[in-house]
């Protein structure tokens, strides 16, 4: 009896002994976690340094593409990305302050000339989530921030399609490899208002697997003033593979085509970009891309056109990226070569040449 008496006492000392750690871990994990916990702080700042080999070292002498521009050393921009994620809801503040941030948000004024994106957002479901206020666009391959780009400059694709949208969208999560998004947006890169009362369309549907992703991407609507401008349409299609462990293909293809409200035929842009990465040691890592664009009926202004406002042009860029702790460096050669007489020559600048060659050292810290 004695033992029996024993036996259920040590019982019940035990039970009462885990009761008591558990408790005291469970208070432990609710006390060390603070409201503060969900909130994030990220960005990056970034600089260059260009030159251009056999041509005019001025801010009239570069590639028509966006932000790293500028002759000898040169500012790029300082982001600041503050974000809050809840259960269900939650938002992003993305803040910009230098050259590259003022290239981004061009036809944003006063304020708003800080604001890359700000946006809250709704997880409706686990495969619903719904998006409402400016963020950067979903088309094309390349992003505005240089911490998601391989290559330093940017290609042309990017430079003259959208950089943001401000609206609503759904993302939908169809299974795990599948998914979905539709939007209504303000015509394009108009972030704090819409001036024109017309509203662009947004859909996109995307694979992804353990190995890389597809993106197939539309927009369609009016861009400026009803009557004065017609519909644009861009399908765009973005998609990056891991080959091997050391091998990684990306590839971008766009079209845009602008529907003229006269008797004059549409006018719009193509092209089409390959970027071949090999991941050489865990430090460093050397890419290419090798960009063909081209514009019809002037569509896009970014390049010196036959009378007929036809142009293009191939570029490519070799990039190597070497990593020191949260700064990267980013050494590239860039050769443009156009369809027609663009850069104006070195001896004499009111002779114009053909191609440009320039170099470009791009220094990044993330945090």
């Given at each position: 009896m004695k033992t029996k008496t024993v036996t259920k006492l040590f019982k019940k000392v035990c039970l009462f002994s885990l009761a008591l750690i558990s408790f005291t871990s469970i208070a432990q994990e609710e006390e060390e976690k603070k409201w503060f916990d969900n909130f994030s702080v990220n960005g990056s700042?970034?600089?260059?340094?260009?030159?251009n080999f056999g041509a005019q070292n001025d801010n009239s002498t570069a590639p028509a593409t966006s932000f790293a521009?500028?002759?000898?050393?040169?500012?790029?921009?300082?982001?600041?990305?503050?974000g809050y994620e809840g259960e269900k809801v939650g938002f992003v503040a993305d803040l910009v302050y230098?050259?590259?941030g003022e290239d981004?948000?061009?036809?944003?004024?006063?304020?708003a000339q800080i604001i890359n994106q700000l946006y809250a957002y709704w997880n409706v479901t686990e495969k619903f989530k719904l998006t409402f206020g400016n963020f950067n666009t979903y088309l094309g391959y390349e992003v505005i921030s240089p911490t998601g780009n391989f290559n330093y400059s940017t290609s042309y694709m990017f430079s003259y399609g959208p950089f943001s949208h401000t609206g609503l969208k759904a993302d939908i999560a169809i299974n795990d490899n599948w998914s979905a998004m539709v939007a209504v947006m303000n015509p394009t890169d108009y972030t704090e208002n819409n001036p024109f009362d017309t509203y662009i369309f947004g859909a996109q549907i995307g694979y992804s697997a353990d190995n890389g992703s597809a993106y197939l991407n539309f927009r369609y609507g009016n861009e400026g003033e009803p009557g004065l401008v017609g519909p644009t349409f861009q399908a765009d299609l973005t998609t990056g593979w891991d080959l091997s462990e050391k091998f990684?293909?990306?590839?971008?293809?766009?079209?845009?085509?602008?529907?003229?409200?006269?008797?004059?035929?549409?006018?719009?842009?193509?092209?089409?970009?390959?970027?071949p990465q090999f991941k050489a040691t865990e430090k460093f890592s050397i890419g290419l891309r090798g960009e063909?664009?081209?514009?019809?009926?002037?569509?896009?202004?970014a390049l010196v056109t036959d009378a007929d406002g036809d142009g293009s042009v191939v570029a490519a860029t070799l990039t190597g990226s070497y990593d020191i702790g949260n700064l990267t460096l980013k050494p590239e050669i860039r050769?443009?070569?156009?369809?027609?007489?663009?850069?104006?020559?070195?001896d004499n600048p009111a002779e114009f040449n053909k191609s440009l060659s320039s170099f470009v050292l791009g220094a990044i810290y993330k945090f």
């Open positions: 700042v970034d600089g260059y340094f260009r030159y521009n500028e002759s000898g050393f040169a500012l790029g921009m300082a982001n600041v990305i503050l230098g050259q590259r981004a948000v061009f036809n944003s004024t006063d304020s990684y293909l990306g590839v971008n293809a766009t079209y845009l085509t602008t529907e003229d409200q006269g008797d004059a035929d549409a006018s719009g842009f193509y092209g089409v970009a390959l970027y063909y664009f081209a514009e019809f009926e002037g569509g896009a202004g050769l443009d070569s156009t369809s027609e007489d663009t850069f104006p020559d070195n």
